[in-house]
């Protein structure tokens, strides 16, 4: 299944660096990762046709990008989060990763920030509570 949305240009609203790649999410939930030294488009990040990926972080403490996804498949309910070692991606193996925070229910109204100055990833679960989780 492809969402529709995810096939028509949006507008970019996040941009997110590192190290010799550059991503970029577009507000349809499409995120694309580029190398700064040949400008050209390494892969896309949705590792599902119906992943919308709603935020990113850089995690340079071992060098992987985190991302925060929602997805059709339970109507856009709960926060997924994967890591994905920035080697992989400059491979265009996104599929690489690894699912994050799989014990915690992250379903909407919940959220998930990361807090890269004191090192821990604030989540929020309207069913549970706030925890902080050092990365």
């Known amino acids: 299944m492809v969402l529709p ?13 590192a ?8 507000q349809s939930g499409v995120c694309a990762a580029f190398s ?25 403490n071992n060098d992987s990008l985190i991302t925060v996804s929602v997805y059709a498949s339970d109507n856009f309910s709960s926060l997924k989060c994967r890591s994905t070692r920035i080697e992989y991606i400059r491979r265009g ?23 890269d100055v004191n090192g821990k990833v604030l989540t929020y679960s309207a069913h549970d509570r706030f925890i902080g989780i050092p990365f």
């Open 5 to 17: 949305f995810l096939r028509k240009r949006s507008k970019i609203i996040e941009i997110v660096a």
């Open 19 to 26: 190290r010799d790649i550059v991503f970029a999410l577009a």
């Open 36 to 60: 700064r030294e040949t400008n050209q488009r390494i892969c896309f990040l949705n590792v599902t046709p119906d992943e919308v990926i709603r935020s990113l972080f850089y995690n340079k």
């Open 93 to 115: 193996k996104p599929d690489a990763g690894f699912a994050l925070f799989e014990s915690e229910s992250l379903k909407w109204p919940g959220f998930v920030e990361f807090d």
